[in-house]
């Protein structure tokens, strides 16, 4: 019996053991194959997690453990019957972890910050863990290599990590004595890196600085709706009269239905509520943003105008 004779076994437990810890994990390949960090896809397929490809075959896929925890009996599947040799952990939110990976090239830097690593890679490399912030953290974002330090890596939201005792041709993932999280406030906003000029936003890049908010859309304030009478014009034909102006200037329409909706009776108050369905109407016109505020600015001003004549149904004027 060799000595790895076991290894699914105890990937089986090691991986069970992270399961109930909260964590989202996956087999991998492991042991000396050349796929060793790479999804197993027997495993995958056999346990039922698979994509449809082009050509309408299932192919394996481990996506749906981004946002759902497997079960203990996929795990039993992916050990004790398909026989994976390595675990993997999804990073991100579902297990409320990003992992902050640093090859060779990198350790010097990590040596300056003070971290200590929590996972020793087989190559050497270094693996901190930090607890997801709460907002979308970007996997690999090391592509861009202008963004972070040599030898500095990202995994988070859509992105996984290998975890010991899984191994590979150069040795095993080893854990450290080091428990404690690396804290965000650990992390500096700006570091620089010994012989280069420049400075790396090391936060912002590695997705752990909070990102700007969003424009806040602004809510249709209460009103008693307004119904067009025998007497009016109905408002959503002066929309669509206004509507036409917009193809050469928005603000020109909504200043015309400003015009058209005073002259038809319709109160101010009236008017400016519409402007939320004249600016929906138009937003798409051209490529640029167009606001309520721009709009209700364009029909407050036409409303100073001198009143014009009322609209009549066709059939009402005199021949």
């Not at 399961?19 to 390949?29: A, D, E, M, W």
């Not at 896809?41 to 996506?63: E, M, N, P, V, Y």
């Not at 990073?91 to 990590?110: A, K, N, R």
């Not at 972070?148 to 859509?158: A, Y």
Request: a neutral charge; aromatic letters at 10%; one cysteine or more.
């Amino acid at each position: 019996m060799t000595r790895y004779a076991h290894e699914p076994e105890q990937i089986y437990e090691a991986a069970l053991s992270l399961l109930r810890k909260g964590l989202s994990v996956i087999p991998t390949g492991g042991g000396i194959s050349q796929w060793a960090k790479e999804p197993h896809k027997q495993a995958l397929i056999a346990s039922g997690h698979t994509s449809i490809g082009t050509d309408g075959k299932a192919r394996a896929s481990w996506k749906p453990m981004q946002t759902q925890r497997p079960t203990e009996d996929d795990l039993k599947m992916w050990y004790l019957q398909t026989r994976a040799r390595g675990v993997g952990m999804v990073t991100g939110e579902i297990s409320g972890l990003v992992v902050i990976d640093v090859d060779q090239e990198g350790l010097p830097l990590l040596g300056v910050l003070g971290w200590k690593p929590h996972v020793i890679s087989p190559s050497g490399g270094a693996h901190l863990y930090v607890r997801h912030p709460g907002w979308y953290v970007q996997s690999n974002a090391s592509k861009n290599k202008k963004t972070l330090p040599p030898g500095f890596d990202v995994r988070g939201d859509g992105g996984y990590i290998m975890l010991p005792p899984s191994r590979n041709r150069k040795g095993h993932y080893r854990r450290t004595d080091q428990r404690k999280l690396l804290s965000i406030s650990d992390i500096p906003e700006v570091v620089e890196v010994d012989g280069q000029q420049q400075q790396y936003h090391l936060r912002e890049a590695l997705g752990l600085t909070p990102p700007a908010p969003k424009p806040q859309v602004q809510e249709r304030e209460s009103f008693t709706p307004f119904y067009a009478d025998d007497d009016r014009c109905p408002l959503h034909v002066i929309l669509d009269r206004a509507e036409d102006y917009a193809h050469d200037s928005r603000n020109k329409g909504a200043f015309m239905f400003g015009l058209w909706a005073n002259a038809n009776g319709y109160r101010l108050d009236e008017a400016m509520y519409a402007a939320f369905e004249y600016t929906d109407m138009v937003q798409g016109v051209k490529t640029t943003p167009f606001t309520v505020e721009e709009a209700r600015k364009a029909i407050q001003s036409a409303y100073t105008y001198p009143k014009k004549d009322a609209w009549v149904r066709r059939e009402e004027r005199n021949p």
